[in-house]
């Protein structure tokens, strides 16, 4: 499965950015999907990811009540809505996808990786 993310870009702090990833060339509905992201010089982080069916979702502490990790299985598409974006929210945003059995926020379980998309938050 390919993936290609978009939706990153230049905002202030306080604001909201929807990121999108499309999948292509595989069935999309047989995977967990998850964001990352990585700031230069830094390890990636998980963000998020979602079932599935969308029936479950995990988000790492930094991010929770902000954002939110969504699917749409007919549009093979994942999206992360961020809301009241921080400065250390900047990064670059990947989106994955897993084929393990369980929903797992664990980078070595995502086999396959969109190229990220820059998201700048300016305070």
């Known amino acids: 499965v390919q993936l290609q993310a978009s939706g990153g870009g230049l905002v202030q702090a306080g604001s909201s950015l929807r990121l999108s990833c499309t999948a292509s060339?595989?069935?999309?509905?047989?995977?967990?999907m998850g964001w990352f992201r990585q700031v230069p010089g830094k390890e990636r982080e998980s963000v998020a990811c979602?079932?599935?069916?969308?029936?479950?979702?995990y988000y790492a502490e930094s991010v929770k009540g902000r954002f939110t990790i969504s699917r749409d299985n007919a549009k093979d598409t994942v999206y992360l809505q961020m809301n009241s974006l921080k400065p250390e929210d900047t990064a670059y945003y990947y989106c994955a996808a897993s084929e393990a059995e369980w929903l797992t926020r664990l980078e070595e379980w995502y086999a396959h990786w969109g190229q990220g998309t820059l998201v700048t938050v300016s305070s």
């Open positions: 979602i079932g599935r069916i969308g029936d479950s979702a």
């Open positions: 060339g595989g069935s999309f509905s047989r995977y967990h």
